[in-house]
């Protein structure tokens, strides 16, 4: 098992992964005022109850403006590949 050092810590390379996974999601989460056209959107209200502990750190969900109604999980992936314009 490979060990690295952060800062004086020391960290395998499993707990580095899971940090990876856990805290940089290969996933984003958009919120909207509007249903949107692009994403499977959820509501705000039934959608913040499925979002775990850690995506809600992750995405720092307490800070949404109240209007935003909508919630997209979106891949990386299909984020990257929109058109600037529709970022």
Known sequence: MEI?????????????????????????????ENKPTKFTAVSREDGYSQL???????????NVHPKCKWIAKVSNGLFLSLHKDEK
């Open 52 to 62: 775990s502990l850690d995506e809600r750190t992750s995405f720092l969900t307490w």
């Open 4 to 32: 690295k050092r952060v800062k004086n810590n020391r960290l395998s390379e499993e707990v580095l992964e899971e940090w990876d996974t856990k805290f940089a999601p290969d996933y984003d989460l958009l919120f909207f």
